[in-house]
């Protein structure tokens, strides 16, 4: 069995009191692509954020590594969702990928040329290379999704998490993420993956995590992307789980 | 009033040209930030909040010292910040319709202090505390001058030690915290710079106008470039630039209003002249396109005309061509293409030239190379993919339609369109040393 890359403990997080995941416990080993699959309002987003901390725990602890998420952060790399950022903003390719260096750098430090070497190689990865000088708001959205992961690359981490790097991409991205994703396996690097389309996870991953605001099952994909998890990840919201967060919502005054 | 006695060797219009500049450098700098998170009317909330404060230190100081009555703004200002938080996170008001509450009311509690300090029975020298309302930056002080210069100094340094940290956490605040920058404390630091510039710009552009000076150089430097760093330089020059037009050519008129109707005017000039984003350039490459595509039918309906005499290239009768689609201005254009040597009028008919036909039988290549594409793979029935033909074609990159070509060609679908190129008839260098890269 090999190290473990990524371990959740008993953690339950809350937007505004209102629980949106339940006690998620689980633990993944180094080295694995693992799809995070789950309905709309599941808490995917929520768990990587979680994860990341974005947003904070209401119980449980995250170890990355088997150190806190504060010790650990320059293991991690991170694609948010494309649409959480403005694509108007006065920056080029390159300026977007350099800051996956900036953790790296620290303060004051400017990126220099190692950065924007380093730079250009991860945009070569995801096929980006001639975009560089480009302004951001003259990419299409697979392109877009791309320079995220190249920034994501630029952070040179062991263990990554993305949210939803196949929303609304063309085919072509669609292949050179999943070109990407299997390169950084072969790497020793761990892989998180938000994914909304189920037909695609035997292929994709070797991992899943089923979410529906808890966590249904967690496991290699051939034991544990069952017909029958599916359906208790799907069938049906967990009327009591919900009815037991809005209770918890409605004790707050004035909302 | 100082009047036009030199001090520090400037004369009054020199220090106030000197002041607004200084002002507007700054304020132009860090509105950037404020405009690029959303954030601009924050400045506005904090210029009109700040009225309150002004009086009361004013009934307190008795003086009408820049460095006094900002502190007195700032304070109030923060309390304005303070309410419209306490707003938005316990009652269901949404935070654009708090800061109009709370900017509104403290405007109003300063209005009603300010006419009781206009009052006889309140002593102190009064002279210029009514400026903070529509500017008067003749009322400036020698002393008002160097605090200006410190905070700009000051600020200006914040944002060249902490510009990387600044761009991050506007573009992505989420990454920038993930990466464990401290987004609150550095958000913080934005929003401290641009409320300090704000409450020290007050006497000068006056309450109401001040968010105009933050907001305007920012977003008229947008149009011109597409790099943070040039967008920082232009908003400064910009605000430089509105700060000494604004008071050279606004002498005799309020001073607050003329900086920032040219400030206004540098706005509207950009909307109109920037390149590519501007109105102008869009327009013309509007009319650019259309021209284009109109020429570009005008040599593919020509060269349908004539494809039946191939390789012939026939006269056509101008009636045939009217008959053929639906025409805006033929004449014009036809007059333009024989211009540009692609057909030759002969009375009531025009021909192709050999020029001309070259470009149409390219264009036509490249239109029925899209309209079979579509019929096969995007199930568009026959009769309609003509038009929908039309409106992409013309936009079609070159390696779309290699790609196309290939594809077509590959499937065995592609006549014997492909242009052919002869052997060359000399041995080519190639051969012999391949290039090297």
Excluded at chain 1, 48 to 73: D, N
Excluded at chain 1, 106 to 130: H, K, N, T, Y
Excluded at chain 2, 50 to 77: D, K, Q, T, Y
Excluded at chain 2, 417 to 424: F, G, K, M, Q
């Amino acid at each position: 069995m090999s190290k473990t890359a990524f371990e959740i403990h008993d953690m339950t997080v809350a937007y505004h009191r209102r629980p949106v995941l339940w006690d998620i416990d689980f633990e993944l080993p180094e080295g694995k692509l693992v799809g995070i699959v789950g309905p709309n309002g599941a808490g995917k987003t929520t768990l990587i954020k979680a994860a990341l901390g974005l947003v904070p725990l209401a119980s449980g602890k995250v170890e990355i590594y088997g150190k806190s998420y504060q010790e650990q952060r320059h293991l991690v790399g991170y694609v948010p969702q494309r649409e959480s950022v403005d694509w108007d903003f006065p920056v080029t390719v390159r300026d977007v990928v350099l800051m996956g260096t900036y953790g790296r750098l620290g303060w004051f430090r400017r990126p220099g040329r190692a950065e924007r070497d380093i730079a250009d190689r991860c945009l070569q990865q995801v096929g980006m290379a001639s975009f560089a000088k480009r302004q951001i708001r003259q990419l299409s959205g697979g392109q877009q999704q791309r320079v995220f992961l190249a920034r994501a690359l630029a952070q040179e981490a062991q263990l990554y998490f993305l949210d939803e790097p196949f929303g609304g991409v063309d085919a072509a991205t669609e292949v050179a993420i999943v070109e990407l994703l299997h390169t950084l396996r072969s790497t020793g690097k761990t892989v998180l993956v938000v994914h909304h389309d189920i037909q695609t996870v035997r292929e994709y991953f070797d991992y899943v995590i089923l979410l529906n605001m808890r966590l249904v099952a967690c496991g290699p994909v051939e034991t544990t992307f069952t017909n029958e998890n599916l359906q208790k990840t799907y069938g049906g919201r967990l009327t009591i789980l919900d009815e037991a967060a809005e209770a918890m919502r409605q004790r707050e005054p004035n909302r | 009033m100082t009047g036009s006695i030199f001090v520090l060797g400037l004369t009054l219009t020199n220090k106030v040209m000197i002041g607004t500049a200084v002002l507007g450098g700054m304020a132009g700098v860090i509105g950037c930030f404020a405009v690029l998170r959303g954030r601009s009317l924050v400045g506005d909330m904090l210029a009109h909040s700040a009225l309150p404060g002004v009086c009361f230190a004013f009934l307190l100081l008795n003086s009408r010292s820049l460095l006094g009555l900002s502190i007195g703004a700032l304070i109030s200002g923060l309390f304005a910040i303070g309410a419209v938080t306490i707003i938005t996170h316990w009652t269901r008001t949404k935070e654009d319709a708090a800061i109009g509450i709370v900017l509104s009311t403290f405007f109003g509690a300063g209005i009603v202090l300010l006419s009781v300090i206009q009052k006889p029975s309140v002593g102190g020298n009064k002279a210029g505390l009514d400026s903070y309302l529509f500017g008067e930056p003749g009322n400036m002080l020698t002393a008002d001058l160097y605090l200006l210069t410190i905070v700009a100094v000051i600020v200006l340094l914040i944002v060249a030690i902490l510009f990387k940290e600044f761009k991050i956490i506007c573009f992505d605040t989420d990454f920038a915290k993930s990466q464990g920058w401290p987004t609150l404390s550095l958000d913080l630091a934005i929003m401290t710079s641009l409320a300090v510039v704000t409450i020290v710009g007050l006497p000068i552009v006056g309450v109401i106008l001040m968010a105009a000076m933050i907001i305007f150089p920012a977003a008229t430097a947008r149009f011109w470039t597409h790099q943070l760093h040039t967008m920082l330089l232009l908003a400064g020059g910009f605000g430089i630039a509105a700060g000494l037009l604004g008071t050279k050519f606004g002498q005799g008129l309020p001073t607050g209003a003329a900086i920032v109707l040219t400030a206004a005017a540098m706005f509207v000039l950009s909307i109109l002249f920037a390149p590519r984003q501007g109105m102008i350039a869009r327009l013309t490459a509007e009319v650019r396109l259309r021209r284009r595509m109109a020429r570009e039918h005008l040599l593919r309906s020509l060269f349908e005309l004539s494809e039946s005499a191939l390789p012939q290239l026939p006269q056509i009768p101008l009636q045939r061509l009217r008959d053929y689609r639906y025409w805006r201005s033929l004449d014009a254009l036809l007059s333009k293409a024989t211009e540009k040597g692609m057909v030759t009028r002969l009375g009531q008919a025009v021909q192709l030239t050999a020029v001309g036909y070259r470009h149409a039988a390219e264009l036509t290549k490249a239109h029925r190379l899209w309209e079979m594409y579509l019929m096969q793979h995007a199930n568009i029935a026959s009769d309609h993919v003509d038009r929908d033909a039309d409106d992409v074609e013309h936009l079609l990159p070159e390696s779309l339609l290699v790609e196309l070509e290939q594809q077509l060609a590959s499937a065995g679908r592609l006549p014997a369109l492909i242009a052919e190129v002869p052997v060359s008839p000399h041995q080519l260098d190639s051969d012999a040393n391949p290039p090297k890269h």
